[in-house]
């Protein structure tokens, strides 16, 4: 048997794949909304393994980020190499909007950003031609449809890339494929043969989601369709197929003159559930008439496909699954939600110390647009990305709760939809327990009018009054075992949880689940720590 590429290719909570090839490496960037550091760069030399190299941005280069509904924040990056250096072109919903950063090296360090306040709309995206000039092209309301109505669609414009600024005016190059579509967007150009490729997203990033293509031999005119359109898509598979949501993808041509293209897609878990959010898959792609035909012979994204005979097989060690803390430098695997103030985290003496800030894991939603700004939005949290159906994670934790105080490990989905395994006070008792967050919203946070009702529910509790304890919690897709003692070989079963309650479709998937360590006030700023002596997360 042959190698091969199994989907999805980076899996977890990796969407918006963006990539490019550098000579006999490959290079891909993923969006990482309201986590810190930003936008994780990966490195491949066979596109079937793939190494993080670090993030493009993080508070060392200006990175500014507010913990909010976990849907906000950093999205839709492009990633690309022009004349010995790399661009990361991005929005920040949380900051100033779009912005560009630059590195020689992948792995960093990347530029302070250069902010776009020239650009705009969203997923913007750039282009270097052949010639080696640049253009921006991006999303908004610039396509006129004859009836005195603007309608969404794609404008291009060249760009002067020494002085990070338009150097022409946006001229509209597409609406949508579809008469109508919706949320044309994620643009991407290319110039192949006698054309020039229009690749976007559209559907909205959820089941209907899809890739569609126009063409042009002019850059600047309004582009062709493809007759094939959506060249990608699984929303025709209905609400049960496996892997769904596919869409949002960009091409990388390989030495040998193949194509493939990554895309991002949800696995869906016991039929109803997209625990792990937006994966980032692949599949290769042969032109036929000057299209692209993706998947060839089944047109759809497969589980696997025969590995590039022409790129060496080139293995990385995992990640690791268990942390000691010994390094006082965290794995580039962990994250804070939004940038916590200097002393909220720590890492010394072989331990990781969350402080117990005001600030709560499940504070009540906020609209993203329109409120004021503040410097106190993020949490006192460590976490990692779930990136299998079945994971298992285990930590000791030395910590004694006093008042409204609690810490210990959760698990965290989008807006406020939490399961907290935490030591507390109850009713003056000291005990350990399992809190259900959940939220009611009548529209996204990113809609007018958004407004939300957070409920919480303690699932199951037991007395627990030493300082010292290992808590876990098994994943096996919605069967969540829920256990704790005073070691990991001696644990009692405190319940076994719904772990659709906090993911039901209304969540959706723009993001996926993490499971960390917190440590909480819970309304009240403590100067109470909780010491986290190891953390561990094993996939099976």
């Known amino acids: 048997m042959g190698h091969k590429l199994q989907n999805p290719i980076i899996p977890g909570f990796y969407p918006d794949p963006s990539i490019c090839r550098v000579g006999e490496d490959f290079y891909l960037a993923c969006s990482s909304f309201e986590l810190s550091p930003?936008?994780?760069?990966?490195?491949?030399?066979?596109?079937?393994?793939?190494?993080?190299?670090?993030?493009?941005?993080?508070?060392?280069?200006?990175?500014?980020?507010?913990?909010?509904?976990?849907?906000?924040?950093?999205?839709?990056?492009?990633?690309?190499?022009?004349?010995?250096?790399?661009?990361?072109?991005?929005?920040?919903?949380?900051?100033?909007?779009?912005?560009?950063?630059?590195?020689?090296?992948?792995?960093?360090?990347?530029?302070?950003?250069?902010?776009?306040?020239?650009?705009?709309?969203?997923?913007?995206?750039?282009?270097?031609?052949?010639?080696?000039?640049?253009?921006?092209?991006?999303?908004?309301?610039?396509?006129?449809?004859?009836?005195?109505?603007?309608?969404?669609?794609?404008?291009?414009?060249?760009?002067?890339?020494?002085?990070?600024?338009?150097?022409?005016?946006?001229?509209?190059?597409?609406?949508?494929?579809?008469?109508?579509?919706?949320?044309?967007?994620?643009?991407h150009l290319y110039h192949i043969g006698d054309y020039y490729y229009l690749m976007i997203a559209e559907g909205g990033t959820e089941h209907y989601h899809a890739v569609m293509v126009a063409r042009s031999k002019e850059l600047f005119a309004f582009y062709e369709g493809c007759p094939a359109n959506p060249v990608m898509t699984h929303r025709q598979m209905g609400f049960k197929a496996p892997i769904l949501n596919v869409g949002h993808a960009d091409f990388v041509e390989l030495p040998d003159s193949s194509w493939y293209a990554v895309m991002l897609a949800s696995r869906l878990i016991d039929g109803k559930c997209k625990n792990l959010g937006r994966e980032t898959f692949i599949c290769p792609v042969v032109w036929e008439r000057d299209w692209p035909l993706f998947s060839p012979e089944t047109g759809r994204v497969e589980w696997s496909y025969d590995a590039p005979a022409s790129l060496p097989w080139t293995e990385y060690p995992a990640e690791a699954s268990f942390d000691d803390f010994d390094d006082p430098k965290l794995a580039l695997y962990w994250n804070t939600w939004g940038i916590p103030k200097d002393g909220v985290i720590t890492v010394s003496d072989s331990c990781a110390k969350l402080r117990c800030i005001r600030q709560a894991l499940a504070d009540e939603l906020e609209p993203m647009f329109g409120v004021e700004k503040r410097d106190d939005k993020y949490v006192s949290a460590l976490l990692r990305r779930q990136r299998a159906m079945h994971v298992t994670a285990t930590c000791a934790m030395r910590f004694a709760p006093k008042g409204s105080e609690s810490a210990g490990m959760a698990v965290v989905q989008a807006m406020n939809h939490q399961y907290h395994l935490e030591r507390a006070v109850s009713d003056g008792k000291q005990v350990l327990r399992l809190v259900l967050c959940t939220a009611e919203y009548p529209c996204p946070p990113y809609f007018p009018g958004f407004t939300s009702q957070t409920t919480r529910k303690t699932v199951a509790e037991a007395a627990w009054s030493d300082a010292e304890v290992v808590l876990q919690i098994e994943m096996d897709g919605e069967d969540f075992t829920i256990r704790y003692g005073h070691s990991r070989e001696a644990l009692t079963t405190l319940c076994v949880a719904d772990g659709s309650l906090i993911n039901p479709e209304k969540v959706g998937c723009m993001a996926g689940t993490t499971v960390g360590m917190f440590a909480s006030g819970n309304g009240t700023d403590s100067d109470n720590t909780a010491c986290f002596d190891w953390f561990e997360l094993t996939e099976s």
């Open 38 to 187: 930003a936008v994780p760069i990966f490195h491949s030399k066979d596109l079937a393994h793939w190494e993080q190299l670090g993030y493009a941005i993080g508070p060392e280069n200006g990175f500014k980020m507010d913990k909010g509904s976990m849907v906000g924040g950093v999205m839709a990056p492009t990633l690309r190499y022009h004349n010995g250096l790399f661009y990361m072109l991005n929005a920040n919903f949380a900051d100033r909007g779009n912005y560009i950063v630059t590195a020689e090296n992948p792995a960093g360090p990347w530029s302070m950003p250069h902010y776009l306040d020239d650009v705009p709309g969203i997923d913007a995206s750039i282009f270097f031609d052949r010639d080696g000039k640049c253009y921006i092209m991006g999303t908004g309301d610039v396509w006129d449809n004859g009836a005195g109505q603007m309608e969404r669609g794609i404008w291009l414009a060249e760009y002067d890339i020494e002085n990070f600024r338009m150097a022409g005016q946006p001229y509209t190059i597409f609406n949508s494929a579809l008469r109508g579509g919706s949320a044309p967007e994620a643009p």
